[in-house]
């Protein structure tokens, strides 16, 4: 699809609308003890949607190397269909580096069919819905990683990458772009050729998250509002 048409312009439309609303709800929610009728809606919401359209394509047009659901963003949205269900700190935290980060990579310089395609369908409900339950669990009911959760979710994203690298040479494929770049411009032609690219974007990551996380530690010590995750 073409990047900044008509058909990318829309669903990023939609996007921002979407995190104006769910903040407004997330802060009406924070007083909540616990996940809302509105959150565990949305945690359905997420695998109704994504799963059928997914399913469709891998029935009417599977491809080994790009269709199996290890991308981040198939991990994401599972994440932030726990989080949403359970406020439990691991998804919550899952769901808001992935997703503030690198899903709305995707959501900027997408790399996908453009429409009547279904794919279409697929790359942005999964995209968009990932996005906006990272805004409602941070900036609306305001539940805030702390620095073990960051350390995990690096941990989990460097098991996945070196697992990913592994299916990715026996396959012959290319998840996660660990391989060489998409061939539609990304965030990624910035930071070198292949393998250094790869190295620099784990540092850039990795440094981007701790800034996150340091920030948002900030506004919790501001704001006598925040919430902790459930834990149980």
Known sequence: MQAYGLTH?????????????????????RSEARPSRFSRGFALA???????????EWVTDFDLFIDLPIHLCDLAWIAAAVALWTHHPYPTALTCFWGLTL??????????????????????????MIVLAAVYLIFG???????????????????????AYVLNLVLDANYGYLRYKPESASMLDLLGPWPV????????????????????????????????????
């Open 9 to 29: 312009l829309v669903p990023l439309s939609l996007l921002t609308a979407g995190i104006v609303a769910m903040v407004w709800l997330g802060r009406r929610q």
């Open 141 to 163: 009911l305001k539940l805030l990683p702390r620095w073990r959760d960051y350390g995990w979710v690096v941990a989990t994203t460097a098991l996945w990458a070196a697992a």
């Open 103 to 128: 899903t709305t990579q995707g959501v900027f310089t997408p790399d996908v069919q453009d429409l009547p395609d279904v794919s279409y369908f697929t790359f942005w409900g999964l995209h968009l």
């Open 197 to 232: 690219y790869i190295l620099n974007e784990i540092l850039l990551v990795a440094g981007i998250w701790a800034l996150i996380t340091l920030g948002l530690r900030m506004w919790a010590r501001q704001d006598g509002s925040t919430r902790t995750p459930v834990r149980s």
């Open 46 to 56: 997420i695998p109704l949607t994504t799963i059928p359209l997914q399913a469709h």
